[in-house]
């Protein structure tokens, strides 16, 4: 057995070369691991034809594999997919899933072709989806169904017992997140704000200004719904707690970080950013 992951990157203020997560469990179980800049050079697929695979399988691998590599396993490469396909195929299935106000999510098992995942599914486990459940606390959840399904899906290629069924055309794409994506428009109604927040955190993170400054919102709580109350992104004061008017309903701000600060709760906004008790957020 062989692991192929990412090379060592800077990380940390003193920008110290440092090995995936994946590449210090590799060399704890004492699996030989490969770190190419890209699985599809010539050297790493030489190396991996020299091995008479007999499958391939990734997850959260971050690169699109070449026919050269998709062929060498005599039984296929597999990937591991966050949704429940053809759902929310691309690069942030869990992100637009909570985006876009979903209940229930899962995972997939299939076999990869040249597409993004579009090929043949093998095997899916359903998981819901928490009403406040962030992005962060939904990807741990399905990372152990993940773990369990891969397991699942090589013991039964191996003993032939799935049958690939071809993907549906169609569904919700997952593309990646870029920075505007995060930006909260103070309009929407509170339930999708809310979601936006949750399905950002903790990163990248929605994102919001006060006074001009960026701030970062990491948690929100719905508190009224179907109300109109002051201006969208305006501070209305209920017992110490930071609610902000939305374009429909209200939402309380329960945790988040100023530019240079650290992540705070509501409370503690109201106390040291906004002590005269009014202002507006997006501004």
Known sequence: ???????????????????????????ELGLHCLQPRSINEQGCVEFL?????DLLVTA?????LRPVVLRLPRLGCVNVHASLLPRYRGAAPINWAIINGERETGVTTFLMDEGMDTG???LQRRAEIGPDETAGELEERLSRLGAALAVDTVEKLWRGEIQPTPQPPNGPLAPKL????????????????????RGLSPKPGAFTTWQGNFVKILRTKVVEEGVKMGQPGSLLLR???????????????CELQPAGCRCISGRDFLNGYCRQGFGRFGE
Not at 2 to 27: N, S
Not at 239 to 253: M, P, Q, S, W, Y
């Open 49 to 53: 034809r020299s091995l008479a695979l």
């Open 239 to 253: 017992r110490d707690k930071l609610v902000v008017a939305t374009g429909l309903g209200l939402l309380e701000i």
């Open 120 to 122: 043949p599914i093998l």
């Open 1 to 27: 057995m062989v692991v192929v992951t990412q090379p060592d990157r800077p990380a940390g203020r003193g920008l110290k070369l440092t090995p995936p997560p994946v590449k210090l469990a590799a060399l």
């Open 60 to 64: 959260a691998f971050g690169q699109l």
């Open 178 to 197: 870029h920075q505007e994506d995060g930006r909260i428009r103070w309009e929407w109604e509170a339930r999708r704000i809310h979601n936006l927040v």
